[in-house]
């Protein structure tokens, strides 16, 4: 098989879970060509990667690879792999770029790229930045880095196709034809009264299929929303997947047309704000990335490990209360981990239907009553079902049919309680503010714990001593 015929193939062979993923060979290819300098053929791995794949090539490779690629690499770094790079390592790439090639990398970005590149830039990076930019557009993101942060004047870009709302098809044909700053990719064009106000939006395939005589008004698109500037970038996310928009205009204060926010800008939005609700519901952190180092996964880690010890010692405080109890029928040792423990995972089940919903909009105060009766029959019924396996287990495992009895009474009420807490706790905490993600977690464990044991233990006392 020759080498051209082994580079075709895989792309048939693949595993449908890892299509769209770099090969372990191809990652072994390029850092082969960076290992004996050899640019050319550097370049020639390179050239039919996508710059998202590039982008993950960089993250998963080491601190010393990465910088030894990026220099042989050169003038070839395109500004589409900035945009694309975790934030993670996106500084310590910039810092690797020949100001020539970060130059010219940067002028190929759209403006709400531009942004999203130096928010998280230290002033010096910033102004070393906007200094290669055009005047008009280092105008441009001077003003959308002055709007709130998470905004859509953050999110959106200032380059705009708009036309004024009495024009028809063929004066808008022949306005995009003569113009020759076009964005590279745009799907509306926006119309504007007089006073530079958005009044609708025409699709580009509606444009090309209709005479050259026809108005534009009479095209407008149906589905319509004009973004407010300060409008926060999730509210901005949850619209577009709500209302299945394309693209939608932003405007200022004064209802002026401003900038575009486009559906690729709003979805990014919309995976990292689940991205962060996995992180804070495990605990690890929203910054957390793989390309952390020790220290600073550690540091992420550390707090939300103390809080777990803190309501780790509440329950045992619970434990201690029944030491006699315990000494008495040695039995309880063994059981009362399972039941904290079914306790723990029924709870996390309700908790992440809850924040997930929360998240979507899909659990308001018109439906919390039903989900949470929902949540506490399902706790009933799979407590019943439970009960009668502990129940059977006390039986003939410890020989006492009192033992049975207790945790599977045990095991209906925690189960119970975690479905009420896993829906109630997220929910209040909510309405208080507070992330529901991030502070839920702890609060559910040490309710199923508590409660796990509390019930488990003192029934114990009451029925077997």
Do not use: C
Request: hydrophobic share 50%; glycine share 6%; net charge negative.
């Amino acid at each position: 098989m020759t080498e051209e015929t082994e580079q075709a193939v895989p792309d048939e062979e693949r595993d449908e879970d890892d299509a769209y993923s770099l090969q372990r060979k191809d990652v072994a290819a390029i850092l082969y060509a960076v290992d004996i300098g050899d640019r050319e053929k550097l370049v020639a791995l390179m050239e039919p990667l996508h710059a998202a794949d590039i982008a993950d090539l960089l993250e998963q490779i080491n601190a010393f690879d990465r910088m030894r690629l990026i220099k042989l690499y050169g003038k070839e770094f395109d500004g589409d792999i900035l945009s694309e790079l975790d934030e993670s390592i996106r500084e310590e790439v910039i810092n690797a770029l020949h100001p020539e090639v970060l130059a010219e990398a940067v002028r190929e970005l759209e403006s709400d790229d531009v942004v999203d590149l130096l928010e998280d830039l230290d002033e010096a990076q910033q102004e070393a930045i906007l200094e290669v930019l055009d005047n008009s557009d280092r105008v441009a993101v001077e003003k959308s880095l002055t709007y709130p942060e998470f905004s859509a004047g953050r999110l959106m870009q200032r380059e705009v196709v708009m036309a004024p709302e009495h024009w028809n098809v063929g004066e808008a044909i022949d306005y995009l034809r003569n113009t020759e700053d076009l964005p590279e990719q745009f799907y509306h064009i926006v119309l504007v009264d007089p006073k530079l106000r958005p009044v609708g939006n025409v699709t580009l395939g509606r444009l090309m299929a209709s005479r050259r005589e026809v108005l534009l008004r009479s095209l407008i698109s149906e589905t319509f929303h004009v973004i407010p500037v300060t409008r926060d970038e999730g509210e901005v996310a949850y619209a577009f997947n709500q209302y299945h928009l394309i693209s939608a205009p932003v405007v200022d204060e004064n209802e002026r047309l401003v900038g575009v926010i486009t559906i690729d800008d709003a979805m990014a939005v919309l995976d990292e704000e689940h991205e962060e609700d996995i992180l804070r519901l495990a605990g690890v952190g929203e910054e957390s990335r793989l390309s952390d180092t020790v220290l600073e996964t550690t540091k992420q880690r550390f707090p939300w490990l103390a809080v777990n010890l803190l309501t780790a010692v509440l329950a045992s405080l619970v434990i201690a209360q029944f030491e006699t109890a315990i000494a008495q029928v040695v039995a309880l040792a063994v059981l009362m981990p399972i039941v904290a423990s079914m306790g723990g995972n029924a709870g996390t089940q309700a908790l992440t239907v809850a924040v997930r919903a929360l998240a979507t909009k899909d659990l308001t105060g018109s439906n919390v009553w039903r989900v949470i009766r929902r949540e506490v029959m399902v706790g009933l019924v799979n407590g019943l079902v439970f009960a009668l396996v502990m129940g059977l287990v006390g039986l003939f495992w410890f020989g006492s049919a009192q033992l049975g009895g207790v945790i599977a009474a045990a095991m209906v009420i925690n189960l119970v309680v975690a479905g009420l807490a896993g829906i109630v706790i997220p929910v209040v905490l909510e309405r208080l503010k507070v992330d529901p993600a991030l502070a839920s977690g702890a609060f559910v464990t040490t309710v199923t714990d508590v409660v796990g044991f509390f019930a488990f233990l003192g029934l114990a006392v009451l029925v077997l001593l």
